[in-house]
């Protein structure tokens, strides 16, 4: 059963925008922070943006200036706008809630940039 529900992927050009959201209604715990990792083929997954309880975000340096972590915290959902993007930033992206007891994860969402 799922607790996040993700969307928003798909194929742009390189400088195109889009915007990933990530439904976590189904969670009911409190939540210490939300945020979005991602992980091209043979890569690691890393960390893209976070966002703190408090409302405090982190990004990766890469993405800095580009991308804009939200959150609707009545609604219980994150989002990840995504301008300029670049061919390296394909990537599965996957959405991350930590609460207070369980770190739970999205099953990811394809974005594919074309140079």
């Known amino acids: 059963q799922v607790q996040l529900v993700e969307s928003g992927g798909g194929l742009v050009q390189a400088g195109g925008s889009l915007r990933l959201s990530c439904d976590a209604s189904?969670?009911?715990?409190?939540?210490?922070?939300m945020g979005w990792y991602r992980q091209a083929p043979g890569k690691q997954r890393d960390l893209v943006a976070a966002i703190k309880r408090g409302g405090s975000t982190n990004y990766a340096d890469s993405v800095k200036g580009r991308f804009t972590i939200s959150r609707d915290t009545f609604k219980n959902a994150v989002y990840l706008q995504m301008n300029s993007l670049k061919p390296e930033d394909t990537a599965v992206y996957y959405c991350?809630?930590?609460?207070?007891?369980?770190?739970?994860w999205g099953q990811g969402t394809q974005v594919t940039v074309s140079s």
């Open positions: 189904r969670i009911l715990f409190s939540i210490n922070a």
């Open positions: 991350n809630v930590d609460t207070v007891s369980v770190d739970y």
